[in-house]
Each structure stands twice: as C-alpha cells, then as structure tokens.
C-alpha cells in the first residue's frame, strides 16, 4: 500500500501543480490533503477547483486545516469593527475569490483514519493535534505537552499546520509532519510532501523537497491581487513565502499590540514591521 499526504498548497498553484505531478507519477492507492489548501496565497480558487477534480475523479481525501475554517467563518460572520475588516481582509478577499465554489470547502472532516491491513498499523491523519487544528508539533514542544493531544494506540500520527518537516517519536508514537507544499517555514524554500508505504516490517515514510516555478508564483502574488486587495497583512504573508521563514510572530509580539489597543495605524506599524527586518 502506498500513500501520499500533503498539506498547506496556501493557494500557491504552481507549488501545487508539480506536486500532484510528482504524486500521480509516483502511483499511491491513496492521497491525503491534510489541509489548509487554501487563503494566505494568490491563487485559491484554482487549488480548489483542481483539488475538487482530483477528489472527484481520482479519489483524493481532504482533511480541514484552520484556514479552512477561517474562511468559511468569515463568510458567515461580517468584521466586527472597521479594524478587524482591515486585518482579515486577506481571508475575505480569498473567500471573494473562492466564493462560487465554497461547496467544495464544506464538509471536510478534521480527522481521518486508515490503516495497512491490520489493527496494528491504524495511521491517524490530523492538520494540527487531537486539541485544535491551530496546535502545531514542532521540535520544541514536550512530550508532557504532546501526550494530551495525540492518539492512543496507533502506528503513526500525521500532522502538518507549522510549515515545517518533522519526524519524532513519543511514547513510543511516529509523528511525522509532512510540512507545506506551498509555504515553507524551516528556511527552505522548497515545498515538501510524505510518501508512506507499506511493508512486511510496518510503515515506512520519506519527506520529499521539491523545486517548483517560484518565479511564476512571485508573479502571481502580484499580478492576481493578493498584495494590493488584500489589506496590510497580505504583506506580511508574502514575506514569508519569499523567505521561507514564520513571521507572523514576530508581528503579534512587537507591533499587532499597539495596532489593536488603538495606539498605532495599522498601515504604518506593517509598513515599520516589513523595514525591521531588512
């Protein structure tokens, strides 16, 4: 049995199109979108609609990840005041653009389960933890910590959402986090995607980086809107795709609270934010 499970495409259609190429070349019996294929990047609409077909007529599985769910509760609920309109606007211009084919986002399960033939080699698939889909695994967090939040009694746990490859072991539990296929975050900017298998011995897994059009996707962040039309943030999120690093920490801690508590415009402390790190 072989399977293939990616995540995190964040709307970046080129990072994607070479990964399903490489996917249906390589032949799995199953392929696993362990979410948030779309919002953060230029091109959502047509991730989904390829998603969509490849789930229609190839059987492919999604799983929600968080931006999932952000963008179909800002579909659902109006900004709360003019400033959170300002700071979402980047997940509203993605539902904008994803609107016709918001169907194809209902419905996906935060879980899934398969297992190899047996009892003894159940794989649970998640975007985040058994806690929340914003929880991610890293190499920093305990085992205290991670007890709580993983599943008993399996052979590998799954997992994505950080933007960066991991493998680790607790309690005697795989988990295996297959990274971003479109974004990400270790300082490589390659994507990455899992390949599992098999084996009379159990599973076996690689991570596999892969080169993709980065010139074409720079273009698109660009040419389709993102930065433009969607609002401050969109900046930020650009950043990080160029640098392939995790910024948006960065941003709560030393500028989004004067932002929020009224004491900074939101434009210029962005504008302060992106100049800090040159």
Not at 165 to 179: E, H, K
Request: one cysteine or more.
């Amino acid at each position: 049995m072989k399977i293939a499970i990616f995540s995190d495409v964040q709307g970046n259609l080129p990072a994607m199109e070479e990964a399903v190429t490489q996917i249906l070349r390589w032949g799995p019996d199953m392929v696993v979108m362990a979410g948030d294929l779309v919002n953060r990047g230029p091109s959502s609409l047509d991730c989904l609609e390829r998603f969509d077909d490849l789930r229609r007529n190839q059987g492919w599985l999604p799983v929600k990840g968080n931006h999932e769910s952000w963008v179909l509760r800002c579909a659902r609920h109006a900004p709360k005041d003019a400033l959170d309109a300002e700071m979402r606007r980047f997940t509203d211009w993605t539902y904008q653009q994803v609107r016709t084919r918001i169907d194809a986002l209902e419905g996906w399960p935060d879980h899934l389960c398969f297992n190899g033939g047996d009892d003894a080699s159940w794989v649970h698939v998640t975007h985040g933890t058994m806690g929340s889909n914003r929880q991610g695994i890293t190499s920093g967090i305990s085992d205290e910590e991670l007890r709580p939040v993983i599943p008993p009694d399996v052979a590998l746990f799954v997992t994505a959402h950080t933007h960066r490859p991991l493998t680790r072991v607790v309690d005697g539990t795989p988990i295996l986090n297959v990274g971003s296929v479109g974004s990400p975050f270790d300082g490589d900017p390659r994507g990455s995607y899992a390949l599992l298998e098999m084996r009379p011995s159990g599973w076996h897994w690689d991570i596999v980086r892969f080169d993709y059009d980065r010139t074409r996707a720079e273009q698109d962040f660009h040419a389709l809107g993102f930065i433009e039309q969607g609002g401050p943030l969109a900046r930020i999120l650009f950043e990080e795709w160029r640098q392939a690093r995790l910024l948006m920490p960065l941003w709560r801690r030393d500028f989004e609270p004067a932002v929020l508590a009224g004491e900074r415009p939101l434009q210029p402390a962005v504008d302060a934010f992106i100049a800090s790190l040159d």
